[in-house]
């Protein structure tokens, strides 16, 4: 399952882009005749093409990682038996890249879209990507330059507005948030069944949140999320009778673990070596460092973290491509920082503009990257 593409003491890259979320969305544009730039996954091409459906439904639970549904949901679980297997996210294991990737069909290092908060060389700030704020910003206004510059650089037309655009079948996004927000899960799901009766050949994309925002403030297994995932798979398995003609892909962008909080403010000598704050995602952590400090900082790093982080240099992420293959993306470069540390253990590292959290993600350990592919 897992593919290390360097062995020894090099950088490992554990994300296999051969069967990835990027993948199955490849094979979704396949079957709705759009260019994909990526292989497809042959045994899903195989099942659209065999039962060639009317509908084809993607249902993604933010957070419901391969391994967590394993150790809460029962064996016999519909979910579960429906797995065909766990595949691999993209990295970083976090929704901005996650998402946009099964959305598009692209890799992050195709898209641009890297992490919750990333550094725009253009406008010299780090900004959330999905709302242009600036890190730090308390009164979280958005950007206009921000917007702007993400709207030129960054890759996000989705499946659904391509076929639209395409104009022979239709596409339909559902989400909790936007103009057309639903109220709840069970809204998603009753919309789902409502669109799956309209007629015509079309490709519903369903986004929902959770477990993952209540994961993030609650803990990974405390008994809120294990009945949310539980009423997911109950859900789930209702639905499906319910729908004629439709192959239903049911996804997640990544997992979680328990985390245990470091705060750099406690590190002032590695903060002296900073140019400005961290970026992309306290797992998987930008490092913007002064050129004549960087011999200190890697020592500095070293000492503290490496029991913890891995750290890698600018150079070893982008040969490594760690980020998937593809046309790089013009800011995907500056992005990156000077050095990419990647969280091996459940500890993270936390600026001072981070917000705490008990169950966390976007680290390099199997329960944050092996996301279920289940298809029924």
């Given at each position: 399952?897992?593919?290390?593409?360097?062995?020894?003491?090099?950088?490992k890259?554990?994300?296999?882009?051969?069967?990835?979320?990027?993948?199955?969305?490849?094979?979704?544009?396949?079957?709705?005749?759009?260019?994909?730039?990526h292989?497809?996954l042959?045994?899903?091409d195989k099942?659209?093409e065999?039962?060639?459906?009317?509908?084809?439904?993607?249902?993604?639970?933010?957070?419901?990682?391969?391994?967590?549904?394993?150790?809460?949901l029962?064996?016999?679980?519909f979910?579960?038996?429906?797995?065909?297997?766990?595949?691999?996210?993209?990295?970083?294991?976090?929704?901005v890249?996650?998402?946009?990737?099964?959305?598009?069909g692209?890799?992050p290092?195709?898209?641009?879209m890297?992490?919750w908060?990333?550094y725009?060389?253009?406008?010299?700030?780090?900004?959330?990507?999905?709302?242009?704020?600036?890190?730090?910003d308390?009164?979280?206004?958005?950007?206009?330059?921000?917007?702007?510059?993400k709207a030129?650089?960054?890759?996000t037309?989705?499946?659904?507005?391509?076929?639209?655009?395409?104009?022979?079948?239709?596409?339909?996004?559902?989400?909790?948030?936007?103009?057309?927000?639903?109220?709840?899960?069970?809204?998603?799901?009753e919309?789902?069944?409502?669109?799956?009766?309209?007629?015509?050949?079309?490709?519903?994309?369903?986004?929902?949140?959770?477990?993952?925002h209540?994961?993030?403030?609650?803990?990974?297994?405390?008994?809120?999320?294990?009945d949310?995932?539980?009423y997911r798979?109950?859900?789930?398995e209702?639905?499906?009778?319910?729908l004629?003609?439709?192959?239903?892909?049911?996804?997640?962008?990544?997992?979680?673990i328990?985390?245990?909080?470091?705060?750099?403010?406690?590190?002032?000598?590695?903060?002296?070596?900073?140019?400005?704050?961290?970026?992309?995602?306290?797992?998987?952590?930008?490092?913007?460092v002064?050129?004549?400090?960087?011999d200190?900082?890697?020592?500095?790093?070293?000492?503290?973290?490496?029991?913890?982080?891995?750290?890698?240099?600018?150079?070893?992420?982008?040969?490594?491509?760690?980020?998937?293959?593809?046309?790089?993306?013009?800011?995907?470069?500056?992005?990156?920082?000077?050095?990419?540390?990647?969280?091996k253990?459940?500890?993270?590292?936390l600026?001072?503009?981070?917000?705490?959290?008990?169950?966390?993600?976007?680290?390099?350990?199997?329960?944050?990257?092996?996301?279920?592919?289940?298809?029924?």
């Open positions: 399952m897992i593919k290390y593409v360097w062995e020894g003491d090099e950088m890259v554990k994300n296999d882009y051969q069967e990835c979320l990027t993948n199955l969305a490849c094979s979704i544009r396949k079957y709705f005749n759009l260019e994909y730039k292989n497809t042959d045994y899903i099942i659209l065999e039962r060639k459906p009317k509908n084809v439904v993607t249902i993604l639970f933010d957070g419901m990682g391969s391994n967590i549904i394993d150790k809460i029962p064996s016999d679980s979910l579960i038996r429906h797995r065909l297997k766990p595949i691999t996210t993209v990295f970083p294991a976090t929704t890249a996650a998402t946009t990737s099964i959305l598009t692209l890799n290092v195709e898209t641009g890297l992490g908060n990333m725009l060389k253009g406008i010299d700030k780090i900004v959330t990507a999905f709302y242009g704020v600036e890190k730090g308390e009164t979280e206004t958005p950007l206009e330059e921000a917007i702007n510059y030129k650089y960054m890759k037309r989705s499946i659904t507005e391509e076929i639209n655009l395409r104009g022979e079948d239709k596409g339909y996004g559902l989400f909790p948030f936007g103009d057309d927000a639903y109220e709840d899960v069970d809204e998603m799901f919309r789902i069944v409502k669109l799956c009766n309209m007629e015509g050949k079309k490709y519903i994309y369903a986004y929902d949140d959770e477990p993952d209540s994961m993030h403030e609650k803990g990974t297994y405390c008994k809120q999320i294990r949310m995932i539980r798979n109950i859900m789930v209702r639905l499906a009778p319910k004629k003609d439709t192959v239903i892909f049911v996804v997640a962008d990544h997992g979680h328990p985390v245990e909080n470091i705060h750099l403010e406690n590190y002032p000598k590695i903060l002296e070596c900073l140019e400005r704050e961290t970026a992309i995602e306290p797992r998987a952590t930008a490092f913007f002064k050129e004549e400090k960087k200190e900082f890697e020592k500095l790093f070293q000492k503290e973290f490496s029991e913890y982080y891995d750290l890698h240099t600018k150079k070893d992420v982008i040969e490594s491509k760690l980020f998937g293959d593809g046309e790089e993306n013009p800011i995907f470069r500056d992005a990156l920082g000077d050095y990419l540390a990647i969280a253990t459940n500890k993270v590292l600026s001072k503009y981070d917000k705490e959290f008990k169950s966390h993600h976007a680290g390099y350990m199997d329960d944050e990257i092996l996301v279920p592919l289940i298809v029924i």
